[in-house]
């Protein structure tokens, strides 16, 4: 997440600054609205909101349940198995699973208005076979995964099930869903899926991520990303008798040193990573492949491309140096750069009513709103003009894509109210 970025895709409002021990203990407070209109409003939710902190004990439990599902990458089928289930004990009976495992509910609005779409994700960047077991210790629960996003997937169930209860109507439908493929490889798969060329989704009027703690953060900003694999291959042979034979590790360390070196465009606001090379066989012999693997993120619009084009270039260049460089009568080394994630960048201005909407709520709450970049779904919709933004959902947390993740639920009800009203302001509710 942009400048407090940890491993991997760090998560919105998921950590110990973001704690909301700022926030007040209250009696609901008054949503955003005027005159009469407010005073209905608060008529209207006031039962809701006393519901969320009555239930809390409920979103917990479905926190503790769902982060002993392991759900690695492109493994997410129990999970959202689970959450199917969930949703369909809460009364929506069109609760399905998409073409890609995406598990999708709604509750209807009047006819032909565009939805208000509520997303968590069902995947951890935790490989099959981690230990997902949750551990009690000192008010905290330690568990790979248990902020990002089994928070994010108990809120989202939480706030589904509070508007079924408590009978809310509301103008415009909520379509609760549960993608897949959110974290590092996963790439998106899930909400770009949703959000595909020709998808009624692509009118929706807002996006709201739920993804791990906190009462602060509001991501309006994405933070893109574009992903290469670098792949030179080359005749190989033995580290005596082909001495000289153009060597594609020695080409890849070549373009790594260059890349690195490389003036970013926009730097406060850009990144460029080199972060995993690999190749050869044996010490002795001239290696026949190699690869190595760069992660470029930035805010600024144009950036990933510029940069995508730089890299390109070295890289072509320093192979065909390595290739003519090296003995003559063997074959020249051959290379293959491929896009292996793709993440747009893309800003919901902060003058806009969404995030009008979510700074007020913040602070009718008690606490300081904070707007921040990272890189969640909401790049998706957010790239395609969609009004959107991400949030924690309320308790603190720490040690995100680590198995020493933990979660403690301080005020977390509060982060359930939060989401709560951000989405009914959204969708508009029916007094």
């Not at 005073?39 to 939710?45: H, I, K, Q, Y």
């Not at 900003?221 to 005749?235: D, F, K, N, Q, Y």
């Not at 290696?287 to 990933?304: C, F, K, Q, T």
Request: hydrophobic share 40%; glycine share 10%; proline share 7%.
């Amino acid at each position: 997440m942009h400048h407090n970025e940890r491993q991997a895709d760090a998560k919105p409002a998921a950590h110990s600054v973001d704690s909301p021990a700022a926030a007040r203990h209250h009696q609901p407070s008054t949503p955003p609205g005027t005159g009469n209109r407010q005073r209905a409003l608060t008529s209207v939710l006031r039962p809701v909101r006393q519901l969320a902190h009555r239930t809390d004990d409920a979103t917990l439990r479905d926190q503790l349940e769902l982060v002993r599902i392991p759900a690695p990458p492109f493994g997410e089928e129990e999970r959202g198995a689970s959450v199917l289930e969930r949703l369909r004990e809460a009364g929506y009976d069109d609760a399905a699973c998409d073409e890609v495992g995406n598990v999708l509910a709604t509750l209807p609005g009047a006819a032909g208005a565009e939805p208000v779409v509520v997303a968590a994700h069902l995947d951890t960047v935790f490989p099959a076979g981690t230990d997902v077991e949750p551990r009690h210790d000192g008010g905290r629960i330690y568990a790979p995964g248990i902020t990002d996003n089994s928070r994010g997937l108990a809120g989202m169930l939480a706030v589904a099930r509070l508007v079924r209860t408590a009978g809310i109507r509301t103008r415009r439908p909520i379509l609760f869903v549960a993608t897949v493929g959110e974290e590092g490889t996963g790439d998106l798969r899930g909400v770009k899926h949703l959000f595909r060329e020709g998808s009624p989704l692509r009118t929706a009027a807002a996006f709201v991520a739920l993804d791990g703690s906190g009462m602060r953060r509001i991501v309006h900003r994405a933070i893109g990303s574009r992903r290469l694999r670098v792949t030179v291959e080359g005749p190989g042979g033995h580290s005596w008798a082909d001495r000289g034979a153009p060597n594609p590790i020695v080409a890849l360390a070549a373009a790594t040193a260059e890349v690195s070196t490389l003036a970013l465009p926009h730097p406060e606001r850009s990144s460029l990573t080199v972060a995993r090379i690999g190749g050869g066989t044996s010490i002795n012999a001239v290696p026949d492949a190699a690869w190595l693997e760069l992660d470029m993120r930035s805010e600024a619009p144009g950036v990933l491309l510029e940069l995508e084009a730089s890299v390109r270039g070295i890289v072509k260049r320093v192979v065909r140096e390595e290739s003519t460089g090296r003995r003559p009568g063997t074959d020249a080394l051959s290379c293959e750069v491929a896009v292996i994630g793709d993440r747009p960048s893309a800003e919901t201005p902060a003058r806009s009513e969404l995030v009008r909407i979510s700074t007020q709520v913040t602070s009718s709450l008690g606490a300081e709103p904070e707007l921040v970049s990272s890189s969640t779904d909401a790049n998706v919709p957010m790239a395609l003009g969609i009004p959107s933004i991400a949030i924690g959902v309320g308790g603190d947390s720490g040690g995100i894509h680590t198995t020493d993740e933990w979660y403690a639920n301080d005020h977390g009800a509060l982060g359930i109210e939060r989401a709560l009203l951000i989405v009914l302001e959204a969708a508009g509710v029916v007094e």
